[in-house]
């Protein structure tokens, strides 16, 4: 399935699939509602890809994503989906009344929902069997998944990027307070604090050992820097900087210490 803007959402018949004249969002989604379904019996959904006319268009083109799998959990009726592939062209959802297919379109419809699209509510869209795991902070919304989505380039822009990324996934996660994660999978590594942080703590108490007395300390300074980030931290944006730094400090901190022995 090929991801373009402009989602439009039609229920199937109740005994004929419908074709749906528009694909799952992932840049600028419009703002059609997701309509449920009518009538009785089973009825399907089914996502049509537009992405011959977005090749036509190079502009449109270079924003292509391919939607590859997601999974919606702790939605309304829908308890875990499992992962759904998505096919090139067309993926069909099919199943009774109320099993939950309108509500798999709209999980997904909040990987990047329009504006005048109501954003997840826990009270209305967390499974009420289970609210009361919320109001008990048993349950923390902020690292609660609703949806999460995998994601490759088309053909074409991969043709554009450098070869050891090609074969990467783009990997989306919204959770239950609307707050959004993301990472990409099957790319060189990036590195984390998580992945430096044990280093930066043997540093620091390399340079106390050789230079105490100093005030704050090493470890001190180091805390003070790290103290908000979690270990999944990339290292970027105003946590690089600070530890440029303080590694250029403590780094000629050690170096003088050696010289001086």
């Known amino acids: 399935m090929t991801v373009t803007p402009?989602?439009?959402?039609?229920a199937g018949a109740a005994s004929q699939p419908t074709p749906i004249d528009g694909p799952i969002p992932a840049s600028r989604p419009s703002a059609s509602p997701l309509p449920s379904s009518s009538g009785s019996g089973n009825d399907s959904r089914v996502c049509q890809s537009s992405k011959n006319r977005a090749l036509n268009?190079?502009?449109?083109?270079?924003?292509?994503?391919?939607?590859?799998?997601a999974r919606v959990t702790n939605y309304r009726s829908v308890k875990d989906s499992g992962w759904i592939d998505f096919e090139p062209g067309?993926?069909?959802?099919?199943?009774?009344?109320?099993a939950g297919k309108s509500a798999i379109l709209r999980a997904l419809q909040q990987i990047n929902a329009?504006?005048?699209v109501t954003n997840f509510d826990p009270l209305r869209d967390y499974p009420r069997g289970e609210y009361n795991d919320i109001t008990r902070n048993i349950v923390d919304q902020a690292k609660t998944d609703v949806v999460i989505a995998y994601f490759e380039l088309d053909g074409d822009d991969k043709e554009a990027i450098d070869e050891d990324f090609r074969a990467g996934l783009y990997v989306f996660g919204r959770c239950l307070d609307n707050s959004y994660w993301a990472k990409l999978e099957g790319v060189p590594e990036k590195p984390t604090l998580?992945?430096?942080r044990k280093d930066l703590q043997r540093l620091a108490a390399h340079v106390e050992s050789q230079k105490a007395g100093a005030s704050p300390t090493a470890a001190e300074a180091l805390e003070t820097i790290i103290t908000k980030w979690t270990d999944r931290q990339y290292i970027q944006g105003e946590l690089?900087?600070?530890?440029?730094?303080?590694?250029r400090d403590n780094l000629s901190r050690a170096r003088s210490s050696q010289t001086d022995s």
Do not use: C
């Open 90 to 98: 067309k993926t069909i959802f099919v199943g009774p009344n109320e």
């Open 194 to 196: 998580g992945t430096i």
């Open 114 to 116: 329009p504006k005048d």
């Open 6 to 10: 402009s989602p439009a959402w039609r």
């Open 57 to 69: 268009n190079p502009r449109r083109r270079k924003k292509l994503m391919k939607l590859k799998r």
């Open 240 to 247: 690089a900087p600070a530890l440029k730094v303080w590694l």
